[in-house]
């Protein structure tokens, strides 16, 4: 997370309140947001697997919106 420049804040915030969750691949979920990044938007992607005990596997920021299914 460190290396992307992602907060362990920001990922707790994304799993409590996401804009949208989805299925992924190999039965985990996908939960995102929308975070600001030097005044530009961006879309958090927070990939993890289990519902009571929760294992992130990773995060992501991109500004592919539409790709991720994001309309803004």
Same mark, same amino acid.
């Given at each position: 997370?460190?290396?992307?420049?992602?907060?362990?804040?920001? $990922?707790?915030?994304?799993?409590?309140?996401?804009?949208?969750?989805?299925?992924?691949?190999?039965?985990?979920?996908?939960?995102?947001?929308?975070? $600001?990044?030097?005044?530009?938007?961006?879309?958090?992607?927070?990939?993890?697997?289990?519902?009571?005990?929760?294992?992130?596997?990773?995060?992501? $920021?991109?500004?592919?919106?539409?790709?991720?299914? $994001?309309?803004?």
């Amino acid at each position: 997370m460190l290396d992307r420049g992602i907060t362990a804040s920001e $990922v707790v915030q994304t799993l409590l309140f996401p804009l949208r969750t989805q299925s992924a691949d190999k039965g985990r979920r996908e939960s995102q947001s929308l975070i $600001v990044r030097n005044g530009k938007q961006m879309l958090l992607r927070v990939l993890t697997e289990g519902n009571i005990e929760m294992l992130v596997i990773t995060v992501m $920021v991109t500004t592919k919106f539409e790709k991720y299914g $994001v309309v803004r």
